[in-house]
């Protein structure tokens, strides 16, 4: 696959094979350069690279990706995103990092963690990738500077938005837009567990009390 268009980040989710067993590695190849990926890791596609995914089996490999900027050239709100694509696509593969969830220190905040996977270290200037751990209950109503995509990997809860809710578990996917009212209610006795992306890049720790 080749996107020329915008930067794209990944995470591979973790797979059970049929034997049971957790299937951990694969390779992908960047513009023809070969790299041993893990399950739970994320990585950046800069724009104009070219990624072919090899999946040994016998599980599935399923990647979850966001792709941003998604506008038109003419809106200049993206214009130094632009220069940042166009500076990105004379780089070729060369600095491409693929980054193990293990591999990341946690970070906290109040009583739940976070762990940056995929930011300006590893050349992505425009989108933070992040995966979150809530325990249960419910945090305080909140907003970012930045709108952001959610995705469920385990647990169960409610999102809110403002009075609306709705029920979420592993495979939900949340859009917030810049400067809604949100929050996540994690209604189970275990964490819930989820990966954000959210333009532009910053720190997941940055919010503003409703």
Not at 22 to 44: L, P
Not at 116 to 134: A, K, M, N, R, Y
Not at 181 to 205: I, K, M, Q, W
């Amino acid at each position: 696959m080749k996107n020329d268009q915008a930067d794209e980040v990944f995470y591979c989710l973790e797979q059970i094979s049929t034997r049971g067993d957790v299937q951990n590695r694969f390779s992908i190849s960047v513009d023809g350069k070969s790299f041993e990926v893990n399950s739970q890791t994320g990585f950046y596609l800069r724009p104009g690279q070219t990624l072919i995914v090899d999946n040994p089996g016998p599980a599935p490999v399923v990647l979850v990706s966001a792709q941003c900027p998604e506008t038109s050239e003419e809106d200049s709100e993206f214009e130094g995103g632009r220069r940042g694509r166009l500076r990105s696509q004379q780089e070729g593969s060369g600095g491409f990092q693929a980054v193990r969830l293990g591999d990341k220190a946690a970070i906290p905040t109040a009583d739940r963690w976070y762990r940056v996977l995929v930011d300006d270290e590893v050349g992505s200037e425009q989108v933070t990738q992040f995966v979150g751990s809530i325990p249960p209950g419910r945090a305080p109503d909140h907003f970012h500077q930045y709108e952001e995509v959610l995705f469920i990997l385990r647990g169960e809860g409610r999102m809110w938005a403002g009075e609306t809710k709705t029920p979420i578990g592993p495979g939900s996917c949340i859009y917030l837009p810049r400067g809604q009212v949100h929050c996540v209610e994690n209604t189970g006795n275990d964490e819930l567990r989820l990966l954000g992306v959210f333009y532009p890049a910053g720190s997941p720790s940055v919010r503003y009390e409703s």
